[in-house]
T-cell receptor, first 114, second 115 residues
Framework: DSGVTQTPKHLITATGQRVTLRCSPR?????VYWYQQSLDQGLQFLIQ???????AKGNILERFSAQQFPDLHSELNLSSLELGDSALYFC?????????????FGPGTRLTVL | AQKITQTQPGMFVQEKEAVTLDCTYD???????LFWYKQPSSGEMIFLIY??????QNATEGRYSLNFQKARKSANLVISASQLGDSAMYFC????????????FGKGTKLTVNP
């Protein structure tokens, strides 16, 4: 158990819908990262938040947005869903300024868009 | 731009044998970190081992060791005394310090341990 929690574990929805994925980082970790894992694209970085502020952005679609709240949990919002958004979405967290800055991953949310 | 290459889509090993999973990386930054993660069929990503670009010694964590050859830009994972539970996907990843905080992943290697 990495200490990172994600809910829900599975999500099945229809095209055009909007969903929210939730992540709680490990205790003490200020950074939260979101990644998408799909068969064709592999593991891709989406976005990072550090202590409530956006820190870095990757291949995140405009239909997707995220935020980190004062209690450090984070939410990833996916809207106008398309079939191609079906993927495993991971949240990871890390301690800034540690020697390794290892990112510890949550169990993931498997999103299926029908 | 940073890139990770894992050239072995699949590997097979006999139980109790050692196996090496290959990883090469490309970056022009002098300061970086290399990571290996394990993804079992259940889907979670499990951190295994870390190697910093300035670390003088190869990293080891239990049965996992990292064969770091900086001049060749390779960071191969060695698993000793393979166990059936080692069957999984293994991903090599890189993080460049001072740049974007993201991890860049390779495509992974599927390891199968045979009894």
């Amino acid at each position: 158990d990495s200490g990172v929690t994600q809910t829900p574990k599975h999500l099945i929805t229809a095209t055009g819908q909007r969903v929210t994925l939730r992540c709680s980082p490990r205790s003490g970790d200020l950074s939260v990262y979101w990644y998408q894992q799909s068969l064709d694209q592999g593991l891709q970085f989406l976005i990072q938040y550090y202590n409530g502020e956006e820190r870095a952005k990757g291949n995140i679609l405009e239909r997707f947005s995220a935020q980190q709240f004062p209690d450090l949990h984070s939410e990833l919002n996916l809207s106008s869903l398309e079939l191609g958004d079906s993927a495993l979405y991971f949240c990871a967290s890390s301690v800034e300024l540690s020697r390794t800055d290892t990112q510890y991953f949550g169990p993931g949310t498997r999103l299926t868009v029908l | 731009a940073q890139k990770i290459t894992q050239t072995q889509p699949g590997m097979f090993v006999q139980e109790k044998e050692a196996v090496t999973l290959d990883c090469t990386y490309d970056t022009s930054d002098p300061s970086y970190g290399l990571f290996w993660y394990k993804q079992p069929s259940s889907g979670e990503m499990i951190f295994l081992i870390y190697q910093g670009s300035y670390d003088q010694q190869n990293a080891t964590e239990g049965r996992y060791s990292l064969n770091f050859q900086k001049a060749r830009k390779s960071a191969n994972l060695v698993i000793s005394a393979s166990q059936l539970g080692d069957s999984a996907m293994y991903f090599c990843a890189m993080r460049v310090r001072g740049g974007s905080e993201k991890l860049v992943f390779g495509k992974g290697t599927k390891l199968t341990v045979n009894p």
